[in-house]
């Protein structure tokens, strides 16, 4: 479930850490990723090749881990949302590193902090979190990155 709140309210969650739920990379997930980017190096895509390589298996693309923000941000239970949003746009990143990779079949949840939250100009807020993708029974990782995105209202 979402939880709307006000712009102050969410400027005050500076700092606030929201978990979300774990979520399945399939095969299936990398095929179509691989289908959609034109990426079909064997290490994602040939279960057969890539077993040879010291991943053991197929793994996910590094940007199929990013591009699951949307997907992870959507299981967080009760995830605040700014009041009023008419739409959201990805505004860029300060920073993303690939630590370990995602092997197919594993879950992966997001970590997402809220680092920044500005109004830019009447109706027009940037957010910036830090997130984090954590695959499970793995310590380190798989992806660290501060994002930016811009709110409408």
């Known amino acids: 479930?979402?939880?709307?709140?006000?712009?102050?309210?969410?400027?005050?969650?500076?700092?606030?850490?929201?978990?979300?739920?774990?979520?399945?990379?399939?095969?299936?997930?990398?095929?179509?990723?691989?289908?959609?980017?034109?990426?079909?190096?064997?290490?994602?895509?040939?279960?057969?090749?890539?077993?040879?390589?010291?991943?053991?298996?197929?793994?996910?693309?590094?940007?199929?881990?990013?591009?699951?923000?949307?997907?992870?941000?959507?299981?967080?239970?009760?995830?605040?949302?700014?009041?009023?949003?008419?739409m959201g746009v990805n505004y860029g990143g300060n920073s993303v590193r690939f630590l370990t990779p995602v092997p197919s079949g594993s879950r992966v949840r997001g970590r997402f902090t809220l680092i920044a939250f500005d109004e830019k100009r009447p109706g027009q807020f940037q957010q910036t979190n830090a997130f984090t993708v954590e695959i499970e029974g793995v310590e380190k990782p798989a992806m660290v990155a501060e994002w930016i995105s811009q709110i409408f209202v």
């Open 1 to 86: 479930m979402t939880t709307t709140i006000t712009a102050e309210e969410m400027k005050a969650r500076i700092g606030t850490e929201t978990v979300s739920d774990w979520v399945e990379v399939t095969q299936a997930m990398i095929d179509t990723f691989a289908d959609a980017t034109g990426d079909h190096q064997f290490i994602h895509v040939d279960p057969v090749a890539a077993a040879a390589t010291p991943f053991g298996g197929t793994i996910a693309h590094g940007f199929l881990t990013l591009s699951l923000m949307p997907l992870l941000s959507s299981k967080v239970p009760d995830m605040p949302r700014l009041a009023g949003a008419k």
